[in-house]
C-alpha cells in the first residue's frame, strides 16, 4: 500500500470510529431519560445499569452499523472533494481502481469484525440487553410464542394447545398424539395442561386417552391427572427474540430442531440467521454507493452529499425492515427478504460507480 491508500484508509476508520463515539453516548443519554424512572422505581443496582448500558452500546452499534459507516464515509469522501484532494489525485494519474482500493481494504475490516462481532459477542449482548428490559423496564411479561401451539416433541409424538399463559403456566385444550410407524397409536386429550414446577411434572384436567388398537379403542377418564410428559417448559414456550441471543452454530441446531417441532416462527429465526452474513456484505455495497456519490465535487459541498446520502441509508433501512417483517409474518422467503435489499443497492452501486468511471474519461 502507498502512503495516499493509508491515509485514506485511515480516514475511513478513524471518521466511522469517531460518528460511532459521536453517537453512542447519544443514544444512551435518550434511553436512560426515557428509562430513569423505571430504573428508580425498581431499586436497579448501580453494576447492573452499568451492565445493561454496556450490552446496549453493542446492540445498539451493530444495529446501525452499516447506517453509521454510510454516514461516515459521505462525510470524509465528501471533505476530500471539497478539498480538491480527488481531483488532484485524478490529476496525478490515479484511477478509480487505485482510489477505490483503500476503502475496500477499510470495508473488509469493517466486515471480518462485524461477522465475528455478530455470531460470537452480540447474542450474548442481545440476550442479557432483552432480560434486562422485560425485568425492569417492561414488566414481567415477555415475548414469547403462546398462541396457537403445534410442536414436534421427538420423533414420534406432536402436541398441540390452544394458548399457554407464561405467569400461571396453564394451557387450554392441550393435545398430545403418539404415532409409530406413521399410524396413531394414542391420543390424550386435556382441557388444562399446568407445569408444576416443585415437581417437574404436568398437571391435566378433565384427562382422556384413547389407545387405538386393531380391534377396538380403549378409553381411559380421569378427572386430574400428575404425570410427567416428554417436553420442558422452555421448550413448549420459546421467546420470540431468543434467535438473536444464541451464536451462530447455536441457531443453525436451533433452527433445525424447530423445523422438527413445527414451529411456526422459522421465517423469524432464519432472518437473523441470514443477517449475520447480509450485513457484513451490506458494508461494502454502501461503502461503494457512499464514495460514488461524496467523490464528486457539487454545488452546496458536503451538506447536499449528506442530504443525498442519508436519504439512500433511510430508503435502505426501509426496505430492510419491511421485506424482515415480510418474512416473518408470511410464508415469504426469509433468503430473499434479507438479501433482496443488498441486490437492488448492489446494482445501484455498480450503476454509480460506473457513472463516475465515465465521468474521469
Same mark, same amino acid.
Given at each position: 500500500?502507498?502512503?495516499?491508500?493509508?491515509?485514506?484508509?485511515?480516514?475511513?476508520?478513524?471518521?466511522?470510529?469517531?460518528?460511532?463515539?459521536?453517537?453512542?453516548?447519544?443514544?444512551?443519554?435518550?434511553?436512560?431519560?426515557?428509562?430513569?424512572?423505571?430504573?428508580?422505581?425498581?431499586?436497579?443496582?448501580?453494576?447492573?445499569?452499568?451492565?445493561?448500558?454496556?450490552?446496549?452500546?453493542?446492540?445498539?452499534?451493530?444495529?446501525?452499523?452499516?447506517? @453509521?459507516?454510510?454516514?461516515?464515509?459521505?462525510?470524509?469522501?465528501?471533505?476530500?472533494?471539497?478539498?480538491?484532494?480527488?481531483?488532484?489525485?485524478?490529476?496525478?494519474?490515479?484511477?478509480?481502481?487505485?482510489?477505490?482500493?483503500?476503502?475496500?481494504?477499510?470495508?473488509?475490516?469493517?466486515?471480518?469484525?462485524?461477522?465475528?462481532?455478530?455470531?460470537?459477542?452480540?447474542?450474548?449482548?442481545?440476550?442479557?440487553?432483552?432480560?434486562?428490559?422485560?425485568?425492569?423496564?417492561?414488566?414481567?411479561?415477555?415475548?414469547?410464542?403462546?398462541?396457537?401451539?403445534?410442536?414436534?416433541?421427538?420423533?414420534?409424538?406432536?402436541?398441540?394447545?390452544?394458548?399457554?399463559?407464561?405467569?400461571?403456566?396453564?394451557?387450554?385444550?392441550?393435545?398430545?398424539?403418539?404415532?409409530?410407524?406413521?399410524?396413531?397409536?394414542?391420543?390424550?386429550?386435556?382441557?388444562?395442561?399446568?407445569?408444576?414446577?416443585?415437581?417437574?411434572?404436568?398437571?391435566?384436567?378433565?384427562?382422556?386417552?384413547?389407545?387405538?388398537?386393531?380391534?377396538?379403542?380403549?378409553?381411559?377418564?380421569?378427572?386430574?391427572?400428575?404425570?410427567?410428559?416428554?417436553?420442558?417448559?422452555?421448550?413448549?414456550?420459546?421467546?420470540?427474540?431468543?434467535?438473536?441471543?444464541?451464536?451462530?452454530?447455536?441457531?443453525?441446531?436451533?433452527?433445525?430442531?424447530?423445523?422438527?417441532?413445527?414451529?411456526?416462527?422459522?421465517?423469524?429465526?432464519?432472518?437473523?440467521?441470514?443477517?449475520?452474513?447480509?450485513?457484513?456484505?451490506?458494508?461494502?455495497?454502501?461503502?461503494?454507493?457512499?464514495?460514488?456519490?461524496?467523490?464528486?465535487?457539487?454545488?452546496?459541498?458536503?451538506?447536499?452529499?449528506?442530504?443525498?446520502?442519508?436519504?439512500?441509508?433511510?430508503?435502505?433501512? @426501509? @426496505?430492510?425492515?419491511?421485506?424482515?417483517?415480510?418474512?416473518?409474518?408470511?410464508?415469504?422467503?426469509?433468503?430473499?427478504?434479507?438479501?433482496?435489499?443488498?441486490?437492488?443497492?448492489?446494482?445501484?452501486?455498480?450503476?454509480?460507480?460506473?457513472?463516475?468511471?465515465?465521468?474521469?474519461?
Amino acid at each position: 500500500m502507498k502512503i495516499i491508500d493509508w491515509y485514506i484508509l485511515k480516514k475511513y476508520l478513524v471518521t466511522y470510529i469517531s460518528i460511532q463515539i459521536l453517537f453512542v453516548p447519544i443514544a444512551i443519554v435518550v434511553n436512560l431519560a426515557d428509562n430513569i424512572d423505571k430504573i428508580l422505581s425498581n431499586n436497579v443496582p448501580f453494576n447492573e445499569v452499568l451492565e445493561f448500558y454496556y450490552n446496549f452500546t453493542i446492540y445498539f452499534s451493530n444495529s446501525l452499523l452499516p447506517l @453509521f459507516l454510510f454516514l461516515s464515509v459521505i462525510w470524509f469522501t465528501s471533505k476530500l472533494a471539497s478539498d480538491s484532494e480527488i481531483v488532484a489525485l485524478y490529476s496525478s494519474g490515479f484511477s478509480l481502481k487505485k482510489l477505490i482500493k483503500p476503502y475496500l481494504i477499510g470495508s473488509a475490516m469493517i466486515a471480518f469484525a462485524a461477522l465475528i462481532l455478530g455470531i460470537f459477542v452480540v447474542p450474548d449482548a442481545s440476550r442479557d440487553f432483552n432480560e434486562f428490559s422485560y425485568k425492569y423496564l417492561k414488566g414481567s411479561r415477555k415475548s414469547i410464542d403462546d398462541k396457537n401451539i403445534f410442536r414436534k416433541i421427538n420423533d414420534n409424538e406432536y402436541i398441540y394447545l390452544t394458548q399457554f399463559n407464561t405467569k400461571n403456566n396453564i394451557g387450554t385444550n392441550f393435545t398430545l398424539e403418539h404415532f409409530q410407524e406413521n399410524k396413531l397409536k394414542f391420543k390424550i386429550n386435556a382441557s388444562n395442561i399446568r407445569y408444576i414446577k416443585k415437581d417437574s411434572t404436568y398437571r391435566l384436567t378433565n384427562y382422556l386417552k384413547r389407545t387405538i388398537t386393531d380391534s377396538i379403542d380403549i378409553i381411559y377418564t380421569k378427572r386430574s391427572l400428575d404425570t410427567l410428559l416428554s417436553f420442558n417448559l422452555s421448550d413448549l414456550t420459546p421467546l420470540n427474540y431468543i434467535a438473536e441471543t444464541l451464536n451462530y452454530f447455536d441457531l443453525v441446531k436451533f433452527i433445525d430442531q424447530e423445523k422438527l417441532r413445527g414451529s411456526s416462527n422459522i421465517g423469524r429465526y432464519q432472518v437473523v440467521k441470514y443477517k449475520k452474513w447480509s450485513v457484513p456484505f451490506s458494508i461494502f455495497i454502501l461503502t461503494l454507493i457512499a464514495f460514488s456519490v461524496s467523490s464528486v465535487k457539487r454545488r452546496g459541498g458536503t451538506g447536499v452529499n449528506l442530504a443525498f446520502g442519508i436519504s439512500v441509508a433511510m430508503t435502505y433501512v @426501509f @426496505f430492510d425492515k419491511v421485506f424482515g417483517v415480510l418474512a416473518q409474518q408470511s410464508d415469504f422467503s426469509p433468503f430473499i427478504a434479507v438479501w433482496f435489499p443488498n441486490f437492488v443497492f448492489g446494482f445501484l452501486a455498480v450503476y454509480l460507480l460506473y457513472k463516475n468511471a465515465n465521468k474521469q474519461l
